[in-house]
């Protein structure tokens, strides 16, 4: 793969999406400590099993899309269609939706915070500092 064709807000969305979905999908978000029970009951949830699952399920989507659109368009040389605005701005307001959902989700239940909950948050700031990245660029990534 020609990763030297992307520019540096490419790259900085390429690692920080896979990183917030690996988070979001694997690593727990939420420990409940059950005096003594938890090597008996897993006791850990991820950031798609907890009770506001829709924010990390649209946190990995929007972030997909962005993922996806760089890897078809910069790396598989495809030709996508033009939007009614530039792929540039799509990844600003994506990285922002992104940003925005992941601290609403945050803040909707902060009981028990696990480490992936820390680390979503901050892959999920850098994919936004990603889309800005892109959009400062001036280049379109399509």
């Known amino acids: 793969?020609?990763?030297a064709k992307l520019s540096q807000g490419e790259?900085?969305?390429?690692?920080g999406g896979l990183l917030l979905i690996v988070d979001l999908l694997f690593v727990p978000w939420h420990d409940i400590d059950l005096a003594g029970l938890d090597g008996v009951i897993d006791t850990t949830v991820t950031g798609v099993q907890q009770p506001y699952a829709?924010?990390?399920i649209a946190a990995v989507v929007l972030t997909a899309v962005m993922i996806v659109q760089i890897a078809l368009a910069r790396l598989l040389s495809v030709r996508l269609p033009e939007p009614p605005v530039p792929w540039s701005q799509i990844h600003l307001i994506l990285g922002i939706f992104v940003a925005v959902v992941l601290v609403i989700k945050l803040v909707r239940l902060t009981d028990s915070l696990g480490y992936g909950a820390y680390s979503g948050v901050l892959a999920g700031v850098l994919v936004a500092y990603g889309g800005y990245s892109i959009s400062r660029e001036g280049e379109d990534p399509a």
């Open 11 to 15: 790259r900085i969305v390429l690692v």
């Open 54 to 56: 829709g924010y990390g």
């Open 1 to 3: 793969m020609g990763l």
